[in-house]
Nanobody, 124 residues
Framework: QVQLVESGGGLVQAGGSLRLSCAAS????????MAWFRQAPGKDREFVAG????????SLADSVKGRFTISRDNAKNTVYLQMSSLKPEDTAVYYC?????????????????WGQGTQVTVSS
């Protein structure tokens, strides 16, 4: 069982930066693939970034490449999403997700564990 708690969301102007954190419980955190998804009002939940357990392999959605970075600290049971050059279209609730696998899946339904979400609002 894994419990996830996101933090770090807020209101930021376009061009600004935010860092989201996701703290996980569970002794086997280091063996889980972790991912960030987001969901804007009226839209489907979409994949943003994922990182495999070995921290060396990451995957980013095309819409955030060059602006967002995902990382993890297995000693702290925490995964991070560093967001830079934010745009109004990045406004959404951001969710952390976990799956016991060695693959970064981009489909939300494949993830077994979810956090409660944190709101990110980017003003123009």
């Amino acid at each position: 069982q894994v419990q996830l708690v996101e933090s770090g969301g807020g209101l930021v102007q376009a061009g600004g930066s935010l860092r989201l954190s996701c703290a996980a419980s569970g002794r086997t955190f280091s063996t889980y693939t972790m991912a960030w998804f987001r969901q804007a009002p009226g839209k489907d939940r979409e994949f943003v970034a994922g990182i495999k357990w070995d921290v060396g392999s990451t995957s980013l959605a095309d819409s955030v490449k060059g602006r967002f970075t995902i990382s993890r600290d297995n000693a702290k049971n925490t995964v991070y999403l560093q967001m830079s050059s934010l745009k109004p279209e990045d406004t959404a609730v951001y969710y952390c997700a976990a799956k016991w696998t060695s693959v970064v899946f981009t489909t939300p339904a494949t993830y077994a564990y979810w956090g409660q979400g944190t709101q990110v609002t980017v003003s123009s």
